[in-house]
């Protein structure tokens, strides 16, 4: 048992997050029982709760005991439902909080249940559903009808839903209540919701049964998942963290469930991760082949074809396939006063010659378990393919979407492994073209690499010629085949000495100065010493950084160095493919056999 997470000036340290969802939507609910970001029903729509970023009028959905009180909490084994334990001086409880599922899958709305079960003596609770007002857009309102007051906030119909005894008001813009449980009571807080669309208003029993349901599915779901390795249950929960980011309508993989969580105290580096990522599809088709999830690999395949016969090469696309606008910036505080609050990417338009890699990487994932491709599909592949023959020359924004262009050794080794990869798939039958011309292009960029992107006196492949600085990105490229031998291996500790803090490691030089360490850029660290052959000093760094998870198991996409704070968007997809991606990498090695990755992909 512990006490809650205090909050400042209204806001929860993010480590105090654990993350419910329903594929199409995550709610981020704080150890003291307030859900401080909610959107409704999509995870893209303008959200209706989002104290998060707003602490005073972002809106909220809350439950707890109205006394002191210490708390426990987990998920229920192989699902994403949690159930969080109160103990107060007079007795005790526990809340089970769910995003419902249906009897077949997703349900047509949003559904937030929170069942509260007395187990001992008497606990004062209270709830209240308060919307907010959409980052300072829209004025949230109670209408009466014949059925009960609905909150209506900008195009979203709320319901709440409750069971048991209990004393509840209704104001203009909120619903709140009250009751007590005792030894073997139960009562049931939910919120319902829909965008612009008739909203339900479902018997609570039934939604009390949902919660019930909802875990037998999740169970359902990782009974599909294999994994025989160490760190087992983190593995999992990474798993099924990735699992709430895949919006099943289309089957795109969200980068975070979040937008404009701060990545520095200092400000400025507010991004929103509420896109797809072709390189966040490309892992977590890696991730979910070597889970033996057919069903969500050809999911992911299918989203990132579509979307580029439709609109070509890019990095990155909206939830259902479009084209991301600009950024607009919201006038609201934002977490703990960092802002700005931001909808929209920057990033759009950029080139980066590592989704070429991403693209073909993905696509030689789904053949090699298995699976034939269709003619339409390889003759758009071999001209992507013909493409990064040619584009590698050009300078880039690089993986970390810099403003300034250079010629980045990562972007030309993604090129690399975009052609290594189309060879493969050429010799194989499944793309037409000539794998001659790829094979001779990426040999010329391996030489481009070896001549311009070494530097012998850092010991160290560098960030781009004429620089000493040095570039985490560069450790993917033990995992796609390109070195795995004594240069990465340098590079490896030239990278820790550098950018490292304890277990953690920062993007690239400079960044130590200005932002928090990156959660990713230390797992592909662990992955790329198993794959240089140090298997021991791989696993003592993987053991370090898992104790730095949350106590849930939920990654953020940083994590400030020295206090262990969370920062930046969560839950984060590529902190936590990348931990999957180590531990599928590592396994192999301590068990003495080959480690997945760790030969060229055209083997």
Not at 120 to 146: D, F, H, I, K, N
Not at 298 to 323: N, P, Y
Request: hydrophobic share 40%.
């Amino acid at each position: 048992m512990r006490d809650p997470t205090p909050r400042t000036d209204g806001y929860a340290d993010l480590r105090a997050y654990a993350v419910l969802g329903d594929g199409r939507t995550v709610a981020l609910v704080a150890d003291d029982g307030r859900v401080d970001w909610f959107p409704v029903p999509d995870l893209d729509t303008p959200p209706v709760f989002a104290a998060l970023l707003d602490a005073d009028a972002g809106g909220r959905v809350e439950l707890a005991p109205t006394v002191p009180f210490r708390l426990r909490r987990q998920y229920v084994v192989g699902t994403n439902v949690l159930e969080t334990t109160y103990v107060t001086a007079g007795g005790s409880v526990r809340v089970t909080d769910a995003m419902n599922t249906g009897v077949a899958g997703r349900l047509p709305w949003s559904e937030l249940a929170r069942r509260v079960e007395g187990l001992s003596g008497s606990v004062p609770m209270a709830w209240r559903v308060a919307p907010g007002t959409v980052l300072g857009t829209a004025s949230p309102w109670v209408q009466r009808t014949v059925r009960g007051p609905v909150l209506r906030d900008d195009g979203v119909t709320l319901t709440v839903r409750t069971l048991g005894e209990m004393t509840s008001v209704v104001d203009d813009q909120a619903c709140t209540g009250a009751f007590e449980a005792t030894a073997g009571s139960r009562h049931l807080v939910a919120v319902v919701g829909t965008e612009r669309e008739p909203v339900v208003l479902p018997d609570p029993e039934d939604v009390d049964s949902g919660i019930d349901r909802t875990i037998e599915n999740w169970r359902a779901w990782t009974r599909e998942f294999h994994y025989d390795g160490p760190w087992g249950k983190a593995v999992q929960r990474s798993a099924l963290a990735l699992k709430l980011l895949l919006h099943e309508p289309t089957g795109a993989i969200a980068a975070a469930g979040t937008t404009s969580l701060p990545e520095s105290r200092a400000g400025g580096k507010n991004w929103d991760y509420r896109y797809a990522w072709v390189r966040d599809a490309a892992y977590t088709l890696d991730a979910w082949i070597g889970f033996g999830l057919r069903e969500e690999v050809h999911t992911a395949i299918s989203w990132t074809l579509r979307t580029l016969r439709e609109h070509g090469v890019r990095v990155f696309f909206t939830l259902d396939g479009g084209l991301p606008r600009g950024d607009d910036r919201a006038h609201v505080p934002g977490w703990r006063g960092i802002g700005p609050v931001v909808t929209g990417n920057r990033a759009d338009g950029q080139l980066q010659l590592g989704v070429y890699g991403d693209l073909l990487a993905v696509v030689r994932g789904y053949v090699d378990a298995g699976n034939l491709l269709d003619a339409d599909t390889g003759r758009l592949l071999a001209a992507v393919a013909d493409e990064a023959a040619d584009a590698w020359h050009r300078p880039d924004a690089g993986m970390w979407e810099l403003t300034e262009e250079r010629h980045y050794t990562s972007s030309k080794l993604g090129c690399w492994q975009a052609l290594r990869c189309a060879v493969h798939l050429a010799e194989r039958g499944q793309i037409p073209g000539d794998p001659d011309r790829w094979r001779a292009e990426a040999e010329r960029i391996r030489a481009w690499v070896d001549e311009h992107g070494w530097s012998e006196q850092r010991g160290a492949y560098v960030m781009h010629p004429g620089s000493d600085a040095l570039d985490a990105s560069v450790l993917l490229h033990a995992r796609s085949g390109f070195d795995t031998g004594e240069r990465m291996s340098r590079t490896v500790d030239a990278l820790r000495a550098e950018l490292g803090d304890g277990p953690l490691l920062h993007r690239y030089s400079g960044m130590p100065a200005e932002e928090g360490s990156f959660v990713a850029c230390a797992f592909w660290g662990v992955s790329a010493l198993a794959l240089v052959g140090r298997t021991e000093e791989a696993q003592a760094w993987m053991t370090d950084l898992l104790a730095l998870a949350n106590d849930v198991g939920v990654w953020p996409e940083m994590i400030e160095a020295g206090t262990g704070a969370f920062l930046g968007n969560l839950p984060q997809a590529l902190s936590h493919l990348a931990l999957v991606q180590a531990a599928l990498t590592l396994a192999p090695a301590l068990r003495g056999e080959p480690a997945p990755g760790a030969t060229d992909p055209t083997g």
